[in-house]
C-alpha cells in the first residue's frame, strides 16, 4: 500500500489482495456485486456465535471459515449440530449455511492495464470429504457446455467487479 501510495504500479492492486485475504471481506464483496455466493454471516468472536446458536438464529449443516489464514482444508470446520459447538473458532470467521455442491471448478484469469482479460479452462476439485483437503484436481473439469459457460462468465464477472490487473 505504500509503494502504491508513493505512485508505484503494483500488481495485483493492494486493495484487491486485501479483499481476497479475508473472507468476510471476500463475501461481502460477492454481495455488493451480485456475485453468486452461499449465504454468511461474519462473527468477531465465539460469544455472538454461541448467543445465535442458543437463540436458533442458525440453522445446522453448516460452515466455519477463519477470515484469514485459512487454507487446504486449515481453518475450516463442519458443524452438523449443536454437539459440535466445541469447534468453534474463538475470534474473526464467518458462517456459511451448507449448500450442496455437485462439482467444485476453479477458473484462472489474467487481465492486463487495458482490461484484457483471458482465462484458462475450468478445472474440477476434488476434496476429501471428511478432512475437506484438496485430494487432486482434473483438468478439463467434466462438465456440460451450459456449465462452462456460466462459470466462465461468473469468472469474467468476478475479474471485472474487482478490476484486477494481474
Known sequence: KLLAKEGKKIFPQPEVIEIIQDKGLQKQFYKDHNLPTSDFKIYDNISS???????????????????????????????????????????????????????????????????????????????????????YQLAPATIPEKILNEAKEIALRTTKAFGIVG
Do not use: W
Request: with cysteine.
Open 49 to 135: 456465535f454461541v448467543f445465535d446458536a442458543d437463540e436458533n438464529n442458525i440453522g445446522f449443516p453448516l460452515v466455519l471459515k477463519m477470515r484469514k489464514d485459512g487454507y487446504d482444508g486449515r481453518g475450516v470446520q463442519i458443524l452438523r449440530s449443536e454437539a459440535d459447538l466445541d469447534k468453534v473458532f474463538p475470534y474473526n470467521f464467518i458462517s456459511e449455511q451448507c449448500i450442496e455442491i455437485e462439482k467444485e471448478l476453479a477458473i484462472i484469469t489474467c487481465s492486463d492495464v487495458n482490461g484484457n482479460i483471458v482465462m484458462y479452462d475450468p478445472v474440477e476439485m476434488v476434496f476429501h470429504h471428511e478432512k475437506n483437503i484438496l485430494l
